[in-house]
Nanobody
Framework: QVQLVESGGGLVQAGGSLRLSCAASGRTFSTYALGWFRQAPGKEREFVGYISWSGGSTYYADSVKGRFTISRDNAKNTVYLQMNSLKPEDTAVYYC?????????????????WGQGTQVTVSS
């Protein structure tokens, strides 16, 4: 079992920044990749990006590439999502998820545990 708890969401103006955190407990943190997803009202959940078990590899959706950065601190069992140059269309509930292996993918099926989500609202 793995528990994931996101934090750091809130209200920010367009062009601003936020950093989300996701704290994990349970299985050894450094043995799996982690991903971030988001879901806006009335829309399907959308892949944001992922980071490999060591942090040496990351991958991002085109919609956030160059603005968002995922990092992890295996000593703190925490993964981060740094979001810069935020846009109103980034407004969503953001979820972190545990990948099924050392590396992962962009589909929901590539993940087996999910956090409860944290709300990010970007005002124009």
């Amino acid at each position: 079992q793995v528990q994931l708890v996101e934090s750091g969401g809130g209200l920010v103006q367009a062009g601003g920044s936020l950093r989300l955190s996701c704290a994990a407990s349970g299985r050894t943190f450094s043995t799996y990749a982690l991903g971030w997803f988001r879901q806006a009202p009335g829309k399907e959940r959308e892949f944001v990006g992922y980071i490999s078990w060591s942090g040496g590899s990351t991958y991002y959706a085109d919609s956030v590439k160059g603005r968002f950065t995922i990092s992890r601190d295996n000593a703190k069992n925490t993964v981060y999502l740094q979001m810069n140059s935020l846009k109103p269309e980034d407004t969503a509930v953001y979820y972190c998820a545990k990948g099924r292996g050392l590396i992962t993918g962009a589909k929901d099926r590539d993940y087996d545990y999910w956090g409860q989500g944290t709300q990010v609202t970007v005002s124009s």
